[in-house]
Each structure stands twice: as structure tokens, then as C-alpha cells.
């Protein structure tokens, strides 16, 4: 029976000392998206007329190019009130209330936190129903303005 009760106490006290969503969510998280965009443009000659001075063109080819970038979004979570979502260069700062594995922003519901650890933070955008994947960050982003 002691063992029993012993065993019973150890796990109870394992579950008790393991961290919470919400001290698990605070710092800087970052995602990464590859995008490719599609530039299609068009190749010319132009002749230039000796006599009348005019220019004549005429497309050879149209050719594409694609072009690949990576953007980069942050959520840094400061304290228990609020986060900063960082955008192309640009952070927005909102208020946040976390309830039930859910973020809520401004009072409506933003994010819904599908698992968190101490280095990946997979959230679910409640607008889009899209998963995202971010991961810890050590990266500075003092040079990125907050507009707000």
C-alpha cells in the first residue's frame, strides 16, 4: 500500500513541477516562410533609323523568372499582458489574455496553442484555421520598428 501511495505522490508532484502553456509561451519566437514570386518579362531589340530617327521594337521572347525569398515573422511575448507581432520590418504590439490553450487578442480569440515546448511553438491562426510552426529565437530585434 506505501508503495502504491508513493508512486501515486510521485506523480503528482511530476505533473505539478512540469511547466505551464503560459510560461512556456514567453520569449521571442520566430517563423519562416518561402515564397516565390513569377516575373514574367519580355526581351527587345530596337533598332534606331538612320533617316527618320525613329525607334522601332520588336519582342524576341518572353521569358520568367522566378524569384525565391524568405520572410521572416516574430511573436515576442514579454509579460503576462502583452506580445509584439513583427512583419516585414514593422512590430505591432497588442494585449493578450491566454485562457484554456487559447491567445486572446484585444478580447477576441487570435491563436489557439496546439503544443508548446521550450523550443517549438506550434499555433493555430483562429481566423485562418492555418497551423504554424514557430521556434525560439535569440535573434535582435531592436532594429525593427514598433509602430504602436
Not at 67 to 73: A, C, L, N, P, R
Request: net charge negative; glycine share 4%; proline share 1%.
Amino acid at each position: 500500500m506505501k508503495i502504491i501511495l508513493t508512486f501515486f505522490f510521485a506523480i503528482l508532484l511530476a505533473n505539478s513541477c512540469k511547466p505551464s502553456n503560459s510560461e512556456l509561451l514567453y520569449g521571442t519566437w520566430k517563423h519562416s516562410e518561402v515564397r516565390e514570386q513569377k516575373n514574367d518579362y519580355e526581351i527587345m531589340n530596337i533598332q534606331e533609323g538612320t533617316s527618320s530617327e525613329i525607334i522601332y521594337a520588336e519582342t524576341d521572347l518572353k521569358q520568367s523568372k522566378t524569384t525565391t525569398t524568405v520572410q521572416d515573422f516574430y511573436l515576442v511575448f514579454d509579460n503576462e499582458t502583452n506580445y509584439i507581432e513583427y512583419k516585414v520590418g514593422m512590430g505591432m504590439k497588442f494585449e493578450f489574455k491566454l485562457s484554456n490553450d487559447t491567445i486572446y487578442s484585444n478580447g477576441e480569440p487570435e491563436f489557439e496553442i496546439i503544443s508548446v515546448t521550450n523550443k517549438v511553438l506550434n499555433l493555430k491562426k483562429l481566423r485562418t484555421g492555418k497551423s504554424v510552426n514557430y521556434i525560439k529565437s535569440n535573434d535582435d530585434l531592436s532594429k525593427f520598428e514598433i509602430l504602436n
